[in-house]
């Protein structure tokens, strides 16, 4: 059963069309490129599945059930959860503190409980060896490489027992050495049965990690294969218009 399913989902802004008619499915353990230049409708697609927009048309079902979402939150709880670009993290904070940060692991009754950074560096640290990351809990996130950063994000999401990981790209701006890293940690994520949808525009990165290539242009989907069914060149030729579907 297809753990995400979007069936004919739209969203406009007033006269602007962002989304049009879009559907398609993700199962578990799937790696699913999603590309498109600037203006396809990627982030509007992606900020629905998040819960940021509803969409105007359309449905979205999870597990079988229809998913209706008011804000991040719903999406959060439903186990869909976003890495952002910007990784959203405090530098001046440790790698244990960025990955429970809102959501601290407490030991006492209230109002006389106090934060347990025993437990947290003890979970924190179990989560980086399923990742195979080198990053340590007691690390600040300030003095940590790019592909650490991704980790400590990555975490998160591993924390919530998230179903859906929804990652925006995340090897822009990085050396060769971390993309290899990160691209390695959306692996992990892939063989613990999550799905991914990893939007980005570097090529070689999308044809390494997924599974299946979904092409959006104008708000509309032109294109969803299978990886080893497409080619670089082909999808260029999507994103550009030279070549009209797939």
């Known amino acids: 059963m297809a753990v995400l399913e979007l069936i004919n989902v739209s969203k406009h802004f007033g006269a602007i069309q962002a989304v049009n008619d879009v559907s398609f499915s993700l199962e578990p353990g799937e790696v699913v490129g999603l590309m498109g230049d600037n203006g396809a409708g990627k982030s509007t697609l992606v900020k629905m599945i998040a ?3 509803r969409p105007s048309h359309g449905a979205l079902r999870m597990d079988g059930g ?4 008011h804000k991040p939150v719903d999406a959060r709880r439903s186990g869909i959860e976003i890495v952002h670009q910007d990784l959203a993290l405090c530098d001046n904070l440790t790698a244990a503190a960025n990955v429970f940060l809102g959501r601290e692991m407490r030991r006492g009754v209230w109002p ?6 025993a437990s947290m560096y003890r979970r924190a640290g179990e989560i980086f060896i399923e990742l195979k990351s080198e990053t340590r809990p007691r690390d600040l996130v300030r003095k940590m490489s790019g592909g650490q950063r991704q980790a400590v994000a990555i975490a998160r999401t591993m924390l919530s027992k998230a179903k859906i990981v ?3 790209e995340p090897t822009a701006a ?12 959306i692996r992990q994520l892939r063989d613990s049965g999550i799905a991914v949808v990893l939007i980005s525009h570097r090529m070689p990165d999308v044809f390494d990690v997924a599974d299946r290539v979904i092409v959006m242009r104008r708000g509309r989907k032109v294109a969803d294969k299978v990886i080893a069914a497409s080619s670089p060149e082909e999808v260029t030729g999507l994103i550009t218009g030279a070549v009209e579907a797939a």
Do not use: C, K, P, T
């Open 112 to 117: 006389f409980s106090v934060l347990d950074y």
């Open 166 to 168: 929804l990652m925006d």
């Open 51 to 53: 819960g940021n927009f």
């Open 66 to 69: 229809e998913l209706v979402m």
């Open 174 to 185: 990085i050396s060769v050495r971390q993309v290899a890293e990160v691209l390695n940690l």
